[in-house]
């Protein structure tokens, strides 16, 4: 119990650092892809964290097996250059049995990635999905920040505000330009321009959303035309029309596993092997990490590094590839996934008893020289 404690003491923390660099790096990259699109005005700020945190789990999935992966290589190379795992093997830590305590964490973060891959990224998928289809619902005044210029998808409408009271619920110097667009599409009928000095939203009984604007002006000019027309307003109101976004199906990846079981669809049953080969790539890749882990001191630990991580890039990707195949037709349904899992496992227990295999054929060949020789 004292070596198991150790050696989980050892692989956890290099797995949590790998894992948090991992993350952070994916997680960044997905912020920023949100964050330009809550600086346009397609999201609000604050539902941008809401949706990253919805799809942590999604991350995690995949991120996980591979810190998995890479501790036992950061964390076992250290401990064979400085000569700690001599010093097991001579307490009676064989090989075989370094595999069956390394394989006890594996199991735990099986069935941590099956809980992920099962229930809890499918749910967050919806959650993260839902909330995108609300922000695209709602009507480009809804997201305005202050001190920005602001437009409409169509590119009709220009919205300016100087400043928000966010507890009064009020825009301060608010400048709306719309552009009423006839004819060829590159020309302009007329353009409108309304000034407030205040504006505020109001919801009547029926669920109608409006904008109500005070002590302001309205300016009317047409392009070429030096006049205009301009007039003053106490209260102006505009109904603001609630986007119309089409509701597609949920995609197959982001069902839950109750809905996949009940579909015949090929996509759902591969999509239900995708996820539990999730779970069994896990133990898969330990056992072949925990021999690639083994190092000589002169070479230093980082020399099986970039082998070991195309080989685990290699599993994962043949996995996607013969998943894409069958949903396109390209590979049988039949077939399935699943032994893609046992080309690798051979290639672990070929990792594994390589030195064994040639000290047999070694003694094999000096059996033959004596049996020659005599």
Partial sequence: MIIYRYLSRQLFWATLAVSSVLTFILVSSRFLKYLSQAAVGKLEGSAVFLIMAYRLPDFLELILPLGLFLGILLSYGRMYLENEMVVLQACGVSDKRLVGLSMIPAVCMALVIGFFSFYLSPWGSQQANALILEQERRSGLDVLSPRRFHSSSDGRTVTYVEDIDSR????????????DREGRADEYDKVVLLRAAEGRYRIDRSGNRYLVMSDGERFEVDPGNSQYGRS??????????????????????????????KNPSVEAKVELQWRLSLMIMVPIVVFMAVPLSKVNPRQGRYLKMLPAILLYLAYLSLMMAVKGAIEKGKIPQEVGIFWVHAIFLLIGFALNYWSDIRLKQSKRRMDRLQVSAS
């Fill in 168 to 179: 009064a619920g009020v825009m301060k110097n608010l400048f709306i330009v719309n552009y």
């Fill in 232 to 261: 003053s307003y106490g209260e102006y109101t505009v109904k603001l029309e609630n986007k119309l976004v089409d509701v597609e199906d949920t995609e197959i990846e982001d069902q839950s596993t109750v809905d996949l079981l």
